[in-house]
């Protein structure tokens, strides 16, 4: 069994003593015998290793992944090569540390290939990850690690059990994905799990943008006004399709919406700031002033913001637009709107 790294207390220390081993094999490179050679090498990888895992004084606590970690929460939303997290874990299974971090432990660590995949499939992405991280997307590479979020998700564990159970189910990328998506509607998920669930494969970005734009699904990210989601987060905010019309709205055009109306609901006012355990209002919808079904098209003029319980209010005949404004027909109530 090969032996653990034992952090240097004194890194000095441990570079004299990493000098004089390799001098030592300087001195075995005459020698004839290649597994002399080698055997002399070996006390030089341990040495070295050791310096390196001790570069991070952690007291207490001496197990690589911790080291990893520590390393990672110094440099947040900052692109780490894996030979770095080599070096500091002073093992060589580093690579299985940052996933254990990730699916055991719950804290959002992207890869290269992950970033790189998102951004491909969606372009838009490129500019808000400049702008949270500063990253240039140009300069990633697929030995690159990033810490998204330093805070942890005790969740994540959970979820990697769920993503284990659908990844060994048959059907396609996306309809694994809205599964998932559905077990944990309300809740955040990361890209990472969702190319997992892909088995890796590219398309799992598309995928997941179809099912917001063409199948109707409320799947929101950060290009969708949710500024509190990180890149490469992703929403399933209610567990409910659109109607078939509602499907066609562009993206554009729902941003422009909201933008308009404030990010609030233009009958209440609330905001996403708001959002309490308590209060059935989760999210903002758009609603058609016009009824497709009456002729009502997907421009911003038709459209306007409403939070869910007051979208249902709505649909239920309750509150009904008047002109210029919300007509509560149970309290007589009138809230003007501007939709300019």
């Not at 708001?274 to 009456?294: A, G, M, T």
């Amino acid at each position: 069994m090969a032996r653990r790294s034992r952090a240097a207390t004194n890194p000095k220390i441990k570079v004299e003593e990493l000098k004089s081993l390799l001098d030592n094999f300087l001195d075995r490179l005459d020698d004839s015998d290649l597994r002399e050679q080698v055997r002399s090498l070996v006390p030089a990888v341990y040495c070295l290793r050791d310096l390196g895992s001790g570069l991070i004084p952690m007291e207490g606590k001496d197990a690589a992944r911790d080291r990893i970690l520590s390393y990672l929460q110094r440099y947040p939303k900052t692109l780490i090569d894996g030979d770095e997290l080599m070096v500091v874990s002073g093992i060589g299974e580093w690579a299985r540390r940052v996933r254990e971090l990730r699916v055991q432990f719950g804290w959002t660590i992207y890869t290269g290939v992950t970033i790189k995949q998102l951004t491909s499939e969606q372009p838009e992405v490129i500019e808000a990850l400049q702008a949270d991280t500063g990253i240039d997307p140009d300069s990633i590479k697929p030995n690159h690690y990033i810490l998204m979020r330093e805070e942890q998700d005790r969740e994540a564990a959970l979820r990697w059990n769920q993503l284990n159970e659908i990844r060994k189910k048959p059907g396609g990328v996306k309809s694994k994905i809205l599964e998932f998506l559905r077990a944990n509607a309300g809740r955040v998920v990361t890209g990472e799990e969702l190319r997992y669930l892909a088995n890796n494969k590219k398309e799992w970005a598309r995928r997941s943008r179809e099912l917001r734009t063409e199948d109707g699904w409320p799947v929101v990210t950060r290009m969708q006004g949710r500024d509190d989601l990180g890149v490469g987060e992703y929403l399933l905010e209610e567990d409910k399709q659109a109607e078939e019309h509602d499907r066609h709205i562009k993206d554009d055009i729902r941003v422009n919406v909201l933008e308009r109306d404030g990010f609030a609901c233009t009958f209440c006012g609330w905001t996403r700031e708001q959002r309490d355990r308590e209060d059935p209002r989760k999210f903002l919808e758009i609603h058609h002033i016009v009824d497709h079904v009456k002729g009502g098209d997907n421009e911003a003029e038709n459209l306007i913001a409403l939070c869910n319980v007051h979208h249902d209010a709505v649909h239920r005949g309750d509150i009904v637009w008047s002109k210029d404004g919300w007509l509560d027909k149970r309290s007589g109530k009138k809230v003007l709107v501007s939709l300019s």
